[in-house]
């Protein structure tokens, strides 16, 4: 693809909300040299579809620093970009690994997110407004361990793993918007994950009993909501 291109593919994505951010990305296309370019699209991927999915992901990471969060429930809250619902973790985990260790606190996590999950899901069925037209869910946060990676595959998420190396490398940081992301958010010295999931793979028949045997896994390991989110599950 010839640069004009790409920018019309940008073009076409303008909106109110995300003008600026639109026409700093065109100006620092104008500035790319035709070899850096020509690198960009191999990492992208040179079609049409590709170009949009690389953008509307940089347009709503842009546009996420930006959006207010609300709380969902005990543990976490979220924000919107764009397509996307983002799901944020804003409470300290520290004093629950100390109160009932690692293991117990990322099941409890896990169930909380399930939870937040499914109230997303109903809001949405029920017509918020906030939520009309968004068609996923993101996640980005330090990992604990491979477990939690895990539990999000089964579930499918896709996930995405920056190692801290990768983010003290400026090279890489540089074509890699999530990888900015995560250091503005957890700075460039720990492992960060990243995970997304469609909301029509979440309504799905096949993804709720998923869901509901992940859930019955943690109950049995003593793992419960507490107050209101019980109502949810």
């Avoid at 370019?37 to 930006?66: C, P, T, V, W």
């Avoid at 764009?82 to 099941?107: C, Q, R, V, W, Y």
Wanted: neutral net charge.
């Amino acid at each position: 693809m010839k640069k004009i291109e790409v920018k019309n593919i940008l073009f076409s994505m303008r909106t109110t909300d995300n003008e600026e951010i639109v026409n700093n990305l065109l100006g620092k296309i104008d500035l790319l040299s035709e070899e850096n370019f020509q690198a960009m699209l191999k990492q992208i991927g040179d079609n049409e579809e590709n170009i949009r999915n690389y953008f509307q992901r940089r347009l709503s990471l842009k546009q996420e620093q930006h959006e207010p969060h609300t709380q969902i429930n005990k543990m976490f809250s979220y924000g919107v970009s764009g397509d996307t619902i983002h799901l944020h973790m804003p409470i300290d985990l520290h004093e629950m690994f100390a109160k009932i260790g690692i293991s117990k606190t990322i099941n409890t996590v896990n169930l909380y997110l399930l939870d937040a999950i499914e109230r997303i899901r109903k809001m949405q069925a029920e017509g918020f407004e906030k939520f009309s037209a968004k068609n996923s869910i993101y996640m980005i946060s330090p990992i604990l361990n491979k477990r939690e990676l895990e539990f999000l595959k089964v579930l499918d998420f896709n996930t995405k793993t920056f190692k801290k190396q990768e983010l003290q490398d400026e090279q890489f940081v540089s074509g890699h918007p999530e990888a900015q992301l995560a250091i503005r958010i957890f700075g460039k010295n720990r492992n960060v994950g990243t995970a997304i999931i469609g909301l029509d793979v979440v309504n799905s028949k096949e993804w709720q009993l998923k869901k509901a045997k992940q859930i019955q896994m943690l109950n049995e390991k003593g793992i419960k909501l507490m107050g209101e989110e019980e109502k949810c599950l």
